[in-house]
């Protein structure tokens, strides 16, 4: 089990998550089966909790990054990858997102499109879009 100590929390329990905050956290306690780590002072900043993509769907976002952004099959398009660190602007970042709502069969509203600025934060809203859908 689990407990956090702090001013303001909120996240689901289940994957895919939705929406998570946590604001003002100072410090983390951890206790797992009995075993007991320290607290941990966190710096200001901003602490997320999120469940990863399936590879398979990482892969894919890489893959339709690289064709929208005419990237070479060989460069390196990863997870922690930033739309922006690879050259995309504000339109080629909504032509990703078309990319992605063909590919996979979802639709992305407006407001969810414009926070996203890496690969792995678009397959883990997939995976959140596909996870409704069924």
Partial sequence: MASITASS????????????????????????????????????????????????TVEKVCEIVRKQ???????????????????ADSLDTVEIVMGLEEEFGISVEEESAQTITTVQEAADMIENLKAKKA
């Fill in 9 to 56: 929390v909120s996240f689901s329990a289940s994957c895919p998550l939705k929406q998570n905050q946590v604001s003002n956290l100072k410090k983390v306690s951890l206790s797992f089966s009995g075993k007991s780590f320290p607290s941990l002072r966190l710096q200001p900043s901003r602490f997320r909790i999120a469940c990863a993509a399936k590879p398979e």
């Fill in 69 to 87: 952004l005419a990237l070479p099959a060989d460069s390196a398009v990863t997870g922690e990858s930033k739309f922006a660190s690879l050259g």
